[in-house]
């Protein structure tokens, strides 16, 4: 694979492919972060989003026909160096693949990121789910994973050039959520309060939490709940509990989030499968406690961060002993005299992963494409 004639000032033309940011996710904080991080100061960034989280399929249908057109039309006109794939389990995987033959077809390389932490259950127990995975990932320039803990799978469905891509905060973010940690001077002396944000599905499991706090006291603690998915279902999920101890709200902005994390007694991340676990970093920048199932990237994110209090995974009774040590406020230990302390390592910094990112889009579009390594980039 050769080098490509650039036409935007010399930069790599970056086309990436992934959901749409007007129903927030996991992916869509993902790119914004990379954005703010100065990602589109290295490359010349062009998004086209193939899904919508939560349409009903005909719509998703619609979205991902639209986008290979879009897709087609661009790579035609040889307006891309390289395409980036952010694929998750489902239709993510053939829009895709899909995705990958068309850049194939035009000599365009490409890049596929894993995201989700159900891919290696997915693609074990689903033959056609395998098959895909292979015919995607054994043709990529690179397969990129959100943590070390996802570089054996993305070896075994065909990734040779595997890079480790964390997800990561910007300086901004980062700003923001230390500012209002710090803004906080003292531990709240109310009931302990538990914080969740994100997916509202079994797969992150805050239905574990409410089965976790049947035998709390009633007025002990409250439990705040943002994000978006299946509202519904979290609400008859946690009608049990007394409704002046739970507060539902929906998806917030970081500000908001960075005040919730401030105040909070812990963040519960009580995921069945979590490929890596973006509000963990959050929590880290803002020096907030953790409770959280050691599952997946879990582990990773959280090493050495000794404000962490890790249960192993699927295990409801000690989930149910870390939130009753949280309740009874046995933990987390004073945050001391100096407050709440952020304690994000660089690797996790928005600028240092879109320049790892952007120099490894160099290599494979530039005139040393052409040599095939077989190694593991952290």
């Given amino acids: 694979m050769g080098s490509r004639q650039r036409s935007d000032a010399g930069r790599i033309r970056l086309l990436m492919l992934g959901p749409s ?14 954005r703010e991080g100065g990602l589109g100061d290295l490359v010349s960034l062009r998004e086209i989003h193939t899904s919508r989280l939560d349409d009903p399929w005909p719509r998703q249908a619609v979205h991902a026909v639209a986008a290979l057109i879009a897709l087609f039309w661009v790579l035609g006109r040889r307006q891309a160096d390289v395409v980036h794939l952010h694929v998750s389990t489902g239709g993510s995987l053939l829009r895709k ?32 789910a395998r098959t895909c995975s292979r015919l995607l990932f054994s043709n990529a320039a690179i ?15 065909g990734g040779k050039e595997v890079l480790v891509l964390p997800n990561a905060l910007s300086l901004h ?5 230390a500012a209002a940690a710090a803004a906080v001077s003292t531990e709240s002396t109310g009931p302990p309060v538990l914080l969740y944000y994100g997916r509202w599905s079994p797969v992150k499991g805050p239905d574990r939490i409410a089965a976790a706090l049947t035998t709390a006291p009633p007025a002990g603690y409250e439990v705040r709940l ?10 008859d999920t946690f009608a049990a509990l007394p409704p002046d101890n739970v507060v539902i709200g929906g998806w917030i902005p970081l500000s908001a989030k960075a005040a919730e994390l401030a105040t909070a007694t812990a963040l519960v991340v009580p995921s069945r499968f979590e490929g890596f676990g973006r509000v963990l970093i959050e929590a880290r920048a803002a020096g907030a406690p953790v409770v959280a199932s050691a599952v997946g990237g879990v582990v990773d994110v959280l090493n050495g961060y000794d404000r962490a209090l890790l249960v192993p995974a699927g295990d409801d009774r000690a989930l149910r002993s870390a939130l009753e040590r949280v309740v009874s406020g046995d933990w987390p230990p004073p945050a001391g005299r100096s407050g709440r302390v952020p304690d994000l390592p660089d690797r996790y910094w928005a600028e240092r992963v879109v320049a790892k990112l952007a120099a490894e889009l160099e290599r494979v579009t530039g005139p040393a494409a052409a040599g095939a390594g077989g190694h593991a980039s952290g």
Avoid: C
């Fill in 21 to 34: 940011p007007e129903h927030p996710g996991g992916i869509t904080k993902v790119v914004d972060s990379w």
């Fill in 97 to 128: 693949l899909a995705a990958a033959i068309l850049a194939r077809l035009f000599g365009v390389p490409y890049v596929a990121q894993i995201h989700s932490g159900q891919y290696e259950e997915w693609v074990a127990h689903n033959t056609i």
């Fill in 143 to 157: 397969t990129a994973v959100v943590s070390e803990r996802w570089v054996g799978l993305a070896r075994r469905i």
């Fill in 173 to 177: 973010e980062r700003e923001v959520l």
């Fill in 226 to 235: 943002f994000g978006n998915g299946d509202r519904i279902w979290l609400e």
